[in-house]
C-alpha cells in the first residue's frame, strides 16, 4: 500500500527524554506536513517540508522542536525534553509537487510525556 | 492570522435528517477548501472538496462555498448513526500549499 505511513503509533516518554516520529509519504510525493492535535481541539499546524527543504515552519515552537525531510529516508520530527504539554496525536501528510487539492493523512503518532 | 471558524457543538440531529455543518474563513487569498471526518482516536478522512461559488454534491453530502460571504458549509442528507464524529472544515491557506483548520464540529446522529 502506498499510504502515507507513520511510526510508531504510539509513543511513551519521560518528561525530559527526546521523542522522535517518522513521516514516509506516499510513493511519488515530494512534500510533507506535519500537523498536531491537541486533546478536543483542531489540528494545528506546524510544518512544511521538501525534500532537504523547509519550506514553512511557522507553526513550529521556537525551542526544542525540529524537523528534517532528508533526501533519502522518511520525515523526521523530532522533539528534545518533552513536556507534558507535548502530549498530543501527531499527523503527518504528503501531496505531489505543484499539488493544491487536500492532501492524505497518515495514522498519526500518539505522543504521552509521563 | 489566518483562521478557520465552526462552531464546536455538539450538533445532534436524529437518524435520516440533515445536518449542516458550517465554516467561516478570514483569508479572502484562500481557494481551495475541504471537509474532513474524523472519528474519535482516529486520522482525519477527505471527504469533499470545493473550489467554486455554489453546491457540490457528492452522494449523501453537499459542500457550499459562497467566496463572498467568506463561507463553507457542509449538508449531510439522511444522516446515519455511522456520521457521528467530527468534521473539520479547511481552507487552503493563499499562496502556500497548507491547509489551515477550524477546531472541528462535533456530530451525534440519534437514532
Known amino acids: 500500500n502506498a499510504g502515507v505511513m507513520q511510526n510508531p503509533r504510539h509513543l511513551v516518554r519521560r518528561r525530559g527524554q527526546e521523542a522522535r516520529l517518522r513521516c514516509s509519504p506516499m510513493k511519488g510525493h515530494s512534500h510533507v506536513y506535519w500537523y498536531r492535535q491537541l486533546p478536543e481541539e483542531g489540528l494545528k499546524f506546524m510544518v512544511y517540508l521538501q525534500k532537504e527543504n523547509i519550506i514553512d515552519e511557522s507553526g513550529m515552537p521556537k525551542e526544542r522542536f525540529s524537523a528534517e525531510f532528508p533526501k533519502e529516508g522518511p520525515s523526521i520530527l523530532r522533539i528534545q525534553q518533552v513536556v507534558r504539554g507535548d502530549s498530543a496525536a501527531y499527523f503527518c501528510?504528503?501531496?505531489?509537487?505543484?499539488?493544491?487539492?487536500?492532501?492524505?493523512f497518515g495514522s498519526g503518532t500518539r505522543l504521552t510525556v509521563v | 492570522q489566518k483562521e478557520v471558524e465552526q462552531n464546536s457543538g455538539p450538533l445532534s440531529v436524529p437518524e435520516g435528517a440533515i445536518a449542516s455543518l458550517n465554516c467561516t474563513y478570514s483569508d479572502r487569498g484562500s481557494q481551495s477548501f475541504f471537509w474532513y471526518r474524523q472519528y474519535s482516536g482516529k486520522s482525519p478522512e477527505l471527504i469533499m472538496s470545493i473550489y467554486s461559488n455554489g453546491d457540490k454534491e457528492d452522494g449523501r453530502f453537499t459542500a457550499q462555498l459562497n467566496k463572498a460571504s467568506q463561507y463553507v458549509s457542509l449538508l449531510i442528507r439522511d444522516s446515519q448513526p455511522s456520521d457521528s464524529a467530527t468534521y473539520l472544515c479547511a481552507a487552503h491557506s493563499g499562496g502556500y500549499n497548507k491547509l489551515i483548520f477550524g477546531a472541528g464540529t462535533r456530530l451525534a446522529v440519534h437514532p
Open positions: 501528510a504528503s501531496s505531489r509537487e505543484g499539488q493544491m487539492d487536500g492532501y492524505t
